[in-house]
């Protein structure tokens, strides 16, 4: 593929508001004493309308893959229809090439999508598909099968050129839907949780195509998932989304390692980060925390991110992820614990524990388990587990924040 397609995209102070309908006014105020309906989003609902993105701010370099990732309705779908020009923006500029094109049609914007749905032509075969927008373009015969028979070698689906979709199975279909992208040469490359209607193997598989595609076409992606494995393994910075606002940027190591915030930390990682109610303890200049009565250092590098953050002694949240719990003997810095559940995964075991009332996971290796156990825990056994030092994610109790 030619190397001209490549561009930055910039996002500066991108709003979205849908307006309320006529029989939706803005909410009804409540008298005192009454209680408010419950809300089943946290979208914010102002005069104009509903809130769906807010304040979004970002740079994506030439050629970067950036992916975004957050739970159902906290805008990552809405946010890359407005820079595909399917949806209007309500406030802020979508720069594509440092060219503002708010105004622009989505079809002057040089842009290439690919759908959850496939949205492929029934009634034509895979390479009139593929060859669709060329035509449009009044491009010559001869450069459009060069471009669909390229695209069709790079996702290997030179055999199919002749099928209609309903004579492919949907890992086909959906590399049919991204050939026909590819031989557009887009600046930019918009992916709306293209894997979510695939089984779990091709999910997987594809996803792998999908790295391997990036690697041969030099153009700019931005990818929308709402799973957290397709954003961690396919990412070069991840966005994360909740109720229209980013929570945090950066690399899938960074917000692996290094969680903004508790929503950021229980999303990235699975089995999902354990959470404790504890506390800080301050000695002079040294923190340490209290966790159901055995107090547990803390390395020097998460000292100094807490007095950088000027962190009190009090009620924290401690995080600590299933795989950084070990089992351990009785001792002075352990957690007795009862096991309720032991899933055999294969090459580790997922262990659910009893603290003191508190659900826990651990993730145990098998070959790190002790001969008697090699095939998992009885119900009811009592365990006891600790953790190191320098794995531990300390968060303010009221914001949320990380303090580490």
Same mark, same amino acid.
């Given at each position: 593929?030619?190397?001209?397609?490549?561009?930055? +995209?910039?996002?500066?102070?991108?709003?979205?508001?849908?307006?309320?309908?006529?029989?939706?006014? /803005?909410?009804?105020?409540?008298?005192?004493?009454?209680?408010?309906?419950?809300?089943?989003?946290?979208?914010?609902?102002?005069?104009?309308?509903?809130?769906? +993105?807010?304040?979004?701010?970002?740079?994506?370099?030439?050629?970067?893959?950036?992916?975004?990732?957050?739970?159902?309705?906290?805008? /990552?779908?809405?946010?890359?229809?407005?820079?595909?020009?399917?949806?209007?923006?309500?406030?802020?500029?979508?720069?594509?090439?440092?060219?503002?094109?708010?105004?622009?049609?989505?079809?002057?914007?040089?842009?290439?999508?690919?759908?959850?749905?496939?949205?492929?032509?029934?009634?034509?075969?895979?390479?009139?598909?593929?060859?669709?927008?060329?035509?449009?373009?009044?491009?010559?015969?001869?450069?459009?099968?060069?471009?669909?028979?390229?695209?069709?070698?790079?996702?290997?689906?030179?055999?199919?050129?002749?099928?209609?979709?309903?004579?492919?199975?949907?890992?086909?279909?959906?590399?049919?839907?991204?050939?026909?992208?590819?031989?557009?040469?887009?600046?930019?490359?918009?992916?709306?949780?293209?894997?979510?209607?695939?089984?779990? /193997?091709?999910?997987?598989?594809?996803?792998?195509?999908?790295?391997?595609?990036?690697?041969?076409?030099?153009?700019?992606?931005?990818?929308?998932?709402?799973?957290?494995?397709?954003?961690?393994?396919?990412?070069?910075?991840?966005?994360?989304?909740?109720?229209?606002?980013?929570?945090?940027?950066?690399?899938?190591?960074?917000?692996?390692?290094?969680?903004?915030?508790?929503?950021?930390?229980?999303?990235?990682?699975?089995?999902?980060?354990?959470?404790?109610?504890?506390?800080?303890?301050?000695?002079?200049?040294?923190?340490?925390?209290?966790?159901?009565?055995?107090?547990?250092?803390?390395?020097?590098? /998460?000292?100094?991110?807490?007095?950088?953050?000027?962190?009190?002694?009090?009620?924290? +949240?401690?995080?600590?992820?299933?795989?950084?719990?070990?089992?351990?003997?009785?001792?002075?810095?352990?957690?007795?614990?009862?096991?309720?559940?032991?899933?055999?995964?294969?090459?580790?075991?997922?262990?659910?524990?009893?603290?003191?009332?508190?659900?826990?996971?651990?993730?145990?290796?098998?070959?790190?388990?002790?001969?008697?156990?090699?095939?998992?825990?009885?119900?009811?056994?009592?365990?006891?587990?600790?953790?190191?030092?320098?794995?531990?994610?300390?968060?303010?109790?009221?914001?949320?924040?990380?303090?580490?």
């Amino acid at each position: 593929m030619n190397a001209r397609t490549m561009a930055t +995209v910039s996002l500066k102070n991108v709003k979205k508001i849908y307006p309320h309908s006529n029989d939706q006014k /803005k909410p009804k105020k409540h008298k005192k004493g009454e209680a408010p309906e419950e809300k089943k989003a946290n979208l914010q609902v102002t005069e104009q309308g509903v809130v769906a +993105v807010q304040e979004f701010n970002l740079d994506i370099a030439d050629q970067e893959f950036i992916v975004l990732v957050g739970p159902s309705g906290c805008g /990552k779908s809405t946010t890359l229809r407005m820079i595909a020009g399917l949806e209007e923006i309500s406030e802020g500029e979508v720069i594509i090439d440092g060219r503002v094109v708010n105004d622009v049609p989505p079809k002057d914007r040089d842009i290439a999508m690919v759908f959850q749905n496939y949205a492929l032509y029934p009634h034509m075969t895979v390479y009139e598909n593929m060859a669709f927008s060329l035509k449009l373009k009044k491009v010559d015969k001869k450069t459009i099968d060069e471009k669909v028979r390229e695209a069709a070698e790079i996702l290997d689906i030179t055999q199919y050129l002749d099928r209609k979709p309903k004579a492919l199975s949907g890992g086909q279909r959906q590399r049919v839907a991204i050939g026909r992208a590819i031989v557009r040469e887009p600046k930019v490359f918009l992916m709306d949780e293209p894997l979510s209607n695939l089984d779990a /193997k091709l999910r997987n598989q594809m996803r792998a195509e999908i790295i391997k595609l990036r690697q041969r076409i030099n153009t700019t992606f931005i990818y929308v998932t709402h799973d957290q494995t397709e954003a961690m393994t396919l990412g070069d910075r991840i966005v994360i989304m909740r109720d229209g606002f980013i929570q945090q940027i950066g690399t899938p190591q960074e917000v692996f390692n290094h969680p903004a915030n508790l929503f950021v930390a229980g999303f990235i990682g699975t089995p999902q980060m354990n959470f404790f109610d504890a506390e800080l303890k301050k000695t002079g200049d040294k923190y340490s925390v209290m966790l159901y009565g055995t107090e547990f250092a803390i390395s020097e590098e /998460k000292q100094a991110s807490l007095r950088a953050h000027g962190a009190a002694a009090g009620p924290v +949240v401690l995080g600590v992820r299933p795989e950084h719990i070990m089992l351990c003997d009785k001792g002075a810095t352990s957690v007795k614990a009862t096991v309720d559940v032991s899933e055999m995964m294969g090459s580790s075991i997922h262990l659910h524990v009893n603290a003191n009332g508190k659900d826990v996971v651990l993730v145990i290796a098998t070959v790190d388990l002790p001969e008697d156990h090699k095939f998992g825990y009885r119900y009811g056994e009592e365990v006891y587990f600790t953790f190191n030092e320098n794995v531990v994610h300390v968060f303010d109790k009221e914001s949320g924040k990380a303090l580490t």
